[in-house]
């Protein structure tokens, strides 16, 4: 396949930069990049527009270099609220991808940022908080918190028998056998029943019998 050497008169991503000097594809050149103004042919009267295109391209990184600065900052200070579907264990169906965190960047905070400067390590497979890094210029790098949430409810938890007869008895107004006492409607207190072990024994009655006579004088 034949090459051709040309100027770089714009960055071209994967390529280089304004002002570089590549071989590229004969057909590449003609058919993109001639066409799109990203190149120009490499000649004697072309190489007259290097020192141009130079400070061009310093400029350009410089306001890139000043705006990812300002936007790691921001980033820094911001939370962005995700919304999953989990199962009844609490495990996400699906994850959370750079696609994912890129889209609702620009869906919560009006924020354009390419999927590839989002570095994910792997998917996010579990709800809580996440710290993902953000590589967004050379050496810039930020960070964005990251706040998974279910949006699946939680299932009831059923009383245990116990504590639904607990609460039927309170209802009912019935305590516990063998208790102390209780309230009467005019305040007094009900002394408890006692069985037959806990009744103090009766007094012994003196035996009846006839007075005896009195004596006449």
């Keep these: 396949m034949a090459k051709?050497?040309?100027?770089?008169?714009?960055?071209?991503?994967?390529?280089?930069?304004?002002s570089d000097q590549v071989k590229v594809a004969a057909g590449y050149a003609r058919n993109y990049l001639f066409p799109r103004n990203l190149?120009?042919?490499?000649?004697?009267?072309?190489?007259?527009?290097?020192?141009?295109?130079?400070?061009?391209?310093?400029?350009?990184e410089a306001h890139e270099y000043n705006t990812m600065t300002e936007l790691s900052k921001s980033i820094s200070k911001l939370t962005l609220n995700l919304k999953v579907k989990t199962g009844d264990d609490g495990k996400m169906f699906g994850a959370v991808t750079a696609g994912t965190i890129a889209d609702e960047l620009q869906h919560q905070f009006d924020i354009h940022l390419d999927r590839k400067k989002?570095?994910?390590?792997?998917?996010?497979?579990?709800?809580?908080?996440?710290?993902?890094?953000?590589?967004?210029?050379?050496?810039?790098?930020?960070?964005?918190?990251?706040?998974?949430?279910s949006t699946?409810?939680?299932?009831?938890?059923?009383?245990a028998p116990a504590a639904r007869e607990g609460q039927r008895t309170e209802k009912r107004g019935r305590g516990p056998r063998g208790a102390a006492a209780a309230a009467t409607p005019g305040g007094e207190e009900k002394p408890a029943r006692t069985t037959r072990g806990d009744r103090p024994e009766r007094?012994?009655?003196?035996?009846?019998?006839?007075a005896p006579k009195k004596e006449r004088a």
């Design 152 to 159: 699946t409810p939680k299932p009831a938890v059923e009383e």
């Design 118 to 149: 989002i570095h994910l390590e792997q998917p996010i497979r579990t709800v809580g908080d996440h710290e993902v890094e953000l590589r967004l210029h050379g050496e810039i790098t930020g960070k964005l918190k990251v706040h998974v949430e």
């Design 39 to 60: 190149a120009i042919p490499l000649s004697a009267g072309n190489k007259r527009r290097l020192e141009s295109l130079r400070q061009r391209r310093a400029e350009r």
């Design 4 to 18: 051709t050497e040309v100027i770089l008169t714009s960055n071209v991503i994967g390529l280089g930069a304004e």
């Design 203 to 210: 007094a012994e009655r003196p035996k009846t019998g006839r």
